[in-house]
C-alpha cells in the first residue's frame, strides 16, 4: 500500500507563496507519475501538476501556469509544488497523487491517493 507524507499548506495572503511537499513511499516501479490535485469548496477535484519520474515531463493546470512550478527528488519519491502569486481561486484542499507506470495526470488515472492538505489564500 502506497503511503503519502504531505505537508506544506496553511493560510497565506494573496500575493504570497508556498511550497508544498509530498513523500511517497511502500511502491516499486520503474516510473511514475506524481502530483497535486486540489479540490474547492463546491467544486470538483481538479488537477493542478504532475511530473513523471523517467523523463521529468510536466503538466500544469492553466490557471497556474507560469505561477505554480513542480519538482522531484526520485531519489526520495518526493515532489514539490512553488505556488507563487496564490489568489483567492487557489484555495482548496491539495491531494497528493501517484500513478504507477503511467503518464497520466487526471484524476481517473491516479492509483493512490494522500489524505490532502489545506491552503487557504485570505487576508
Known amino acids: 500500500q502506497v503511503q503519502f507524507v504531505e505537508s506544506g499548506g496553511g493560510l497565506v495572503q494573496p500575493g504570497g507563496s508556498l511550497r508544498l511537499s509530498c513523500a511517497a513511499s511502500?511502491?516499486?516501479?520503474?516510473?511514475?507519475?506524481m502530483g497535486w490535485f486540489r479540490q474547492a469548496p463546491g467544486k470538483e477535484r481538479e488537477g493542478v501538476s504532475c511530473i513523471t519520474s523517467s523523463d521529468g515531463a510536466v503538466y500544469y493546470e492553466a490557471s497556474v501556469q507560469g505561477r505554480f512550478t513542480i519538482s522531484r527528488d526520485d531519489a526520495k519519491n518526493m515532489v514539490y509544488l512553488d505556488m507563487y502569486n496564490l489568489k483567492a481561486e487557489d484555495t482548496a484542499v491539495y491531494y497528493c497523487?501517484?500513478?504507477?507506470?503511467?503518464?497520466?495526470?487526471?484524476?481517473?488515472?491516479?492509483?493512490?491517493w494522500g489524505k490532502g492538505t489545506l491552503v487557504t489564500v485570505s487576508l
Open positions: 497523487a501517484i500513478q504507477l507506470r503511467g503518464r497520466s495526470c487526471h484524476e481517473d488515472g491516479m492509483d493512490y
Open positions: 511502500g511502491f516499486t516501479a520503474d516510473y511514475y507519475t
